[in-house]
């Protein structure tokens, strides 16, 4: 969300926010080049609320915060582990430990 709003302000200023100045200020939690684009674009076509727009669907089953925790557990059991042995001990999908370690656990690799 805060990148969002720092995009805003760089469209108010007149100014194309770039991937690289989100970049600088962010690292490696920054979002994707492709993000940036989309949202500029947005605010180019008017609309400048910054909050996601509902979407329908389901809610998600595998990121909650016993599976967080249970990984988080496995991770601090061993450290050599991979997302692939967690995968099969847990029957978690492979996509949804990656989430948990890229979002909970502010990691790029495990």
Sequence with gaps: MEQ???ITFCFKLGK?????????VYG???VSKKCVLEWFKRF???KEDVEDEP????PSTSTTPDNIE???????????????????????RLSSLSKIVHEHFQRRKI
Aim: glycine letters at 6%; proline letters at 0%; zero cysteines.
């Design 70 to 92: 249970r990984e988080q557990r496995m991770l601090e059991g061993d450290q050599r582990l991979s997302l692939r042995m967690i995968e099969k001990e847990l029957k978690i």
């Design 16 to 24: 194309m926010a770039t991937h690289e100045m989100v970049m600088k």
């Design 44 to 46: 180019r076509d008017g």
């Design 55 to 58: 979407r329908s669907g389901r």
């Design 4 to 6: 969002r709003v720092n």
């Design 28 to 30: 490696v939690k920054a």
